[in-house]
């Protein structure tokens, strides 16, 4: 049975009071995930040991970082290593978000390197992919999505990436509060998973979780979540009202 998870993406936003007051209202909330679901909390690097801390006894709650840099130690001045959050129990990493492709110029192979050294220190890396709208304007999304994956994952063995979280995330969807429609989002991700079969097998495909990105609400989640290939989503902007992201977790299958 493939995990069903809600994964929440800070980014850089929040005060170190206000992540405190974010997570004591998420924990406050009496609903756990069931049986099948997982809440993820990405949260800024400095504060991965406040959420790890805050969230041990919770259950089926999982602290990621945001990002990871591809060696293990070393002279990286500024950079968040596995072997630390190895060290700390931080055991999910957020790999290839739109943001660090566009803004810190991270390609395929180098997230490919993130992912590989992720598993490598048993941290689940949520690999995200998706086009930007020039792309889909052309009906272009099936093959560069398909790259991203070929470049980044394919090499991996099976075992290895039935153990991948993939999140999709059309770039035209994130922060804009236009969201891909259910259909959209369930014909990308049956197309991820037939990738992942035709590469693999259908057995491995069956065994990754898909995640949806992009404007994700505590009113759209249910629609997007029911959707059979969808099996939970990556959340930024409403995961910082727990209210909306408490919601969000509900709505998962
Ligand atoms: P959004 O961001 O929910 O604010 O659109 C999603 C993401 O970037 O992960």
Known sequence: ????IAAANWKMNLSFQQAEGLLNQLLANPTAPGANQYVVLAVPAPY???AKQKTNDAVNMHVAAQNIYSKKSGAFTGETSV???QS?????AVIGHSERREYFNEDNTLLGDKVKICLEYNITPIFCCGEA???REVEGQNDYVTGQLQDSLFDLSADKIK??????EPIWAIGTGKTATSLQAQQMHAHIRSQIAKSYSPEVADQVSILYGGSVKGANAKEIFTQPDVDGGLVGGASLNAAEFIQIV???K
């Open 1 to 4: 049975m493939r995990k069903q």
């Open 48 to 50: 991965l040991h406040l």
């Open 83 to 85: 072997e630390m959050l």
């Open 88 to 92: 700390m129990g931080i055991d999910y």
């Open 133 to 135: 709208l020039y792309i």
């Open 163 to 168: 153990k991948v979280v993939i999140a999709y």
């Open 250 to 252: 509900q709505a998962l």
